[in-house]
Every structure is written in structure tokens, then in C-alpha cells.
């Protein structure tokens, strides 16, 4: 384990390291995955926590914690700490707190529409904050120059999901790049994929619980070779290994009905980021 170790590079910023991650977790033990799933699941509470707390919350030795940061190549569990910190720490919070407040002071009924107003608004607030300190400016690069360099954009979301997607054919289709919308409509799912190559790349929406026909659809583009951006509410998915970009969006939830404002957010950024290429 450590000559391998020796020829891993240290993840330089937290994308990289969740990639890594997701990449390894199968051949992790099942300590180390316990591990896995928490620093995945909780990147804020690792950014502020103690090595004894996050020990304790993961249900594992102090040593594994240790064991973990070196499997993925640093020196020690300080070390990759460092990469949480500086992604979290300085999140931005003071207009939330203003909504707060001003939600506090009011005196309306639990489920009046004026408080599911204000409650979805800073669900979504909320949750667009927790999305800009999680993308990385490398991996909006990334999944943009891939869009770009697409013979055909292929896009594909169903039932939740299907709204982002559509949003995003719309916008792409004011540009001058091909454009394919992937539905079920007539059975045309898979004549529609038949024509997917290395060339092309698929950007595919998909929450839990997970659409077999996007699984299915995401399992196909791998087998071809086809880059796959994908906007989720989970990296460690069965399908993320598979995922060349990965965004993990978490949305903001109102008595169990969960919004799509971040998705539709970074939607947008994605579709207008492509066109502004075209004007350079």
C-alpha cells in the first residue's frame, strides 16, 4: 500500500479529491468506505470539526481516519482537512441570516403561502450558497470545454429532472452548437442514442431516486467512450465513476417538496458560459 501511495498525486483542491473518491471507493475496505461516506456526505462538518468528532460521527478508529488520508495520497488527515477548510470556511452567510430574521419577526401561520414563501426562499438561498462554494471553478471549465468541443450535445432528464434538462436544450438551442434532446416520446430513446460517439458528449440530470433509463442511458455513453457531464444530488451514485464532471447539487426542501432552483442556476451558467464562446 505504500509504494502505492508513493505514486498517487495529492489532490491539490476538493473536486479532485471527491473524484478521486468516488473513483477508489470500491476497492476501499469497509472502514475506509465508512470514511468515504462521511467525508462525502458531511464536507462542512470535516472542514470544522476535530480528528476525535469526525472519528466518532464516521463510526471508525482515529487511526482509520489517518489510514484514509494517506490511501488517497497525503501525508496525513491535517493535510487533507486543509482542502475542506479552504472551500468552506469562508461561506458566505450574512443575507441568510437577514431572511432569517426577517421570517422570525413575522406572524403568520405555519403553512400560510407567506411562510412557504419565505421558507423556500432561504431553502433556496440556502442551497445556492452551499453550490458556489462547492464548484470549483476547474470543474465549470472543465464541463464547459467538453460541451464546447461536442460534435452534438446530447441532454437527457427524466420525471424531477426533466425540467433542467429541458431549460438547458431551450437556452442551447439559440446557439450555433447541435443540440439533441433525449426523451422517451414515441419510443425514440434509443434510435436517438444510436448515433452517440467519443465525439459527442451526454449532460444528464438526475436525483434520487434514479431513473433507470438514466442509468441505463449513462451506462451506454460509458461503453462508448462519450464524455458524461452530470447535474445530481449525489456523487457516490452507482453510475459516478462513470461521470467525467460531476456536479453535486443539493437542493433546498420545503415540507418534503424539494425546489430545483440550483439546478436551474447552474443550468444557466453552463448554457450561457457555451454562448459566450461563440462570440469570442
Not at 436517438?192 to 433507470?212: G, H, I, K, Q
Request: glycine residues 4%; aromatic residues 8%.
Amino acid at each position: 500500500m505504500e509504494a502505492e501511495n508513493t505514486l498517487l498525486e495529492v489532490p491539490n483542491d476538493l473536486d479532485t479529491l471527491r473524484d478521486l473518491i468516488v473513483k477508489r471507493y470500491d476497492k476501499l475496505s469497509q472502514r475506509l468506505q465508512q470514511v468515504a461516506d462521511y467525508v462525502m456526505a458531511q464536507p462542512m462538518l470535516v472542514a470544522v470539526e476535530t480528528m476525535a468528532t469526525i472519528a466518532e460521527q464516521a463510526n471508525v478508529p482515529l487511526s482509520t481516519l489517518s489510514r484514509f488520508a494517506n490511501t488517497m495520497g497525503f501525508s496525513g488527515f491535517s493535510q487533507m482537512q486543509a482542502l475542506f477548510r479552504d472551500q468552506y470556511l469562508n461561506r458566505p452567510r450574512d443575507y441568510k441570516e437577514r431572511v432569517r430574521q426577517a421570517r422570525d419577526q413575522d406572524c403568520f401561520e405555519p403553512e400560510s403561502p407567506t411562510t412557504i414563501f419565505q421558507d423556500y426562499g432561504v431553502a433556496n438561498i440556502e442551497a445556492m450558497e452551499q453550490l458556489q462554494v462547492s464548484v470549483s471553478p476547474q470543474k465549470l471549465e472543465r464541463a464547459v470545454s467538453l460541451m464546447d468541443k461536442a460534435d452534438t450535445i446530447y441532454i437527457q432528464g427524466m420525471r424531477r429532472a426533466y425540467p433542467v434538462a429541458f431549460y438547458l436544450w431551450y437556452a442551447l438551442m439559440k446557439s450555433d452548437n447541435n443540440v439533441v434532446l433525449l426523451d422517451d416520446h414515441g419510443g425514440m430513446l434509443t434510435p436517438m442514442t444510436r448515433r452517440m460517439s467519443e465525439n459527442d458528449v451526454l449532460v444528464t440530470v438526475t436525483f434520487t431516486p434514479y431513473a433507470p433509463e438514466t442509468s441505463e442511458l449513462i451506462s451506454q455513453a460509458f461503453e462508448k467512450n462519450v464524455p458524461i457531464v452530470a447535474i445530481t444530488d449525489n456523487q457516490m451514485n452507482s453510475q459516478g465513476s462513470k461521470m467525467d464532471v460531476c456536479f453535486e447539487v443539493q437542493e433546498g426542501e420545503v415540507m418534503g417538496f424539494r425546489s430545483l432552483s440550483s439546478s436551474m442556476y447552474l443550468a444557466q451558467t453552463l448554457a450561457v458560459s457555451l454562448m459566450c464562446r461563440e462570440t469570442k
